[in-house]
């Protein structure tokens, strides 16, 4: 099999320099940059923030006491439903500002929600069931139809 001939690369000194390329480019760039600095930053439309609370589920042996972090809302914005053994919680809060000043305007939007179903182990008695927000934290006491006995915690020793 002949050898096929190797094409030698042009020398350097015929090529244009990488190096000056690379000034030219990074010059191009900072310009660029520069010129548009000034401009206020073009986000895309979001769409709300759908958050997993932190949730506690406390059985006290006649009720259930919920406790679920809610951070922004306001009691007006909370919906809670809840039927025998099921309960559904759902908060959305939208926030708008408008900042206006000489030549310039910015406006401001955010959204959060949450929405949260809880499977309850027992009936519990609808007309009953009491909720208070503080801090952030709504709080949520949920009567049993039928009391049940707290159960007493045992040690077990970890080997």
Do not use: W
Not at 59 to 81: A, C, H, S, W, Y
Not at 84 to 106: F, G, P, Q, T
């Amino acid at each position: 099999m002949a050898k096929k001939p190797v094409k030698k690369l042009a020398s350097l000194p015929q090529m244009l320099h990488f190096s000056e390329f690379d000034r030219v480019f990074d010059n191009f760039r900072r310009d660029l940059e520069k010129s548009f600095f000034s401009f206020p930053r073009i986000d895309f439309p979001s769409f709300p923030k759908f958050q997993e609370s932190t949730c506690d589920v406390i059985d006290e042996g006649n009720q259930f006491r919920v406790k679920m972090n809610v951070p922004g809302v306001t009691k007006k914005d909370i919906v809670l439903n809840v039927s025998d053994n099921v309960m559904e919680i759902h908060a959305e809060h939208k926030e708008e500002s408008e900042e206006k000043k000489k030549n310039y305007l910015r406006k401001e939007r955010s959204e959060v929600s949450y929405d949260r179903v809880l499977p309850l182990p027992e009936k519990i008695l609808q007309g009953k069931v009491t909720s208070k927000l503080i801090d952030g934290v709504l709080e949520i006491t949920l009567p049993k139809s039928k009391p049940t006995p707290i159960q007493k915690k045992r040690s077990i020793k970890v080997q």
